[in-house]
């Protein structure tokens, strides 16, 4: 049953499952896998990373305060931050050797800046680890990620900013049939400066049987497990 628009309830912690694409909260012991990833995509990554301008304040010092500012932000209904993570043992095409390892951290989904009340929305930013990209990973995480922020948290709209050079992530919105709305001059620093975004947006009664049902269905061939929530504690 959808929760009604506007009265924001992030239930933080949460994980959401969709066959081998996992969301779950990002934890302190993903570190060295986290910096190992960064590592290894910082050309991949860094021309589409957000930044803070002069003046701006400063970031968190570390990794352990990043997921502690996150985690606290999300029991405050602020925002929703997702590790990404890969279980190749639910993928019935992965070999056998590689479907025994445990799910690997493939990039992150963010859902910032929740309000509720007339305005009801949120933005979501993500990126991959290059090694990922073109699996389908990332769209299917930001259709579950939709469709909980429009069932459970009560949102009205999503909105998702994109440099109109990020060709790769111009795809994602167009797989998922967020409508455009155009450019924002200047919108947000990234990459050390003030850039251009495109805005695209989608409203929950766009997708009355969820964004997720939609995104499986255009995919030809595609499967339909099911999606599964899990609320709990999260243990580090």
Known sequence: MRRAWGTVDTRWPVTLT?????????????????????????????????????????????????????????????????????????????????????????????????VGGSAAMGSIGYWIDERFAGKGIIPTAVAMATDYCFEVVGLHRIEIAIRPENAKSLRVVDKLGFRSEGMRPRYLHINGDWRDHLIFALNAEEVPGGLLARWRSSRDGSQEPNQRTDRGTHRD
């Not at 081998?20 to 021309?47: C, F, G, H, S, Y």
């Not at 209904?77 to 279980?87: E, F, H, K, Q």
């Open 18 to 114: 969709e066959g081998p694409v996992v969301l779950r909260p990002l934890q302190r012991r993903d570190e060295a896998e986290w910096r190992r990833i960064r590592a290894m995509n910082k050309a991949w990554l860094t021309p589409w990373d957000a930044t803070l301008p002069p003046g701006g304040g400063a970031g968190p010092a570390n990794f352990r305060e990043m997921v502690r500012a996150f985690d606290q932000q999300a029991r405050q209904g602020r925002m929703l931050p997702w590790a990404v993570c890969w279980d190749a043992a639910a993928d019935p095409e992965t070999p056998d050797d590689v479907r025994r390892r445990a799910p690997e951290v493939a990039g992150q989904v963010t859902v910032s800046g929740l």
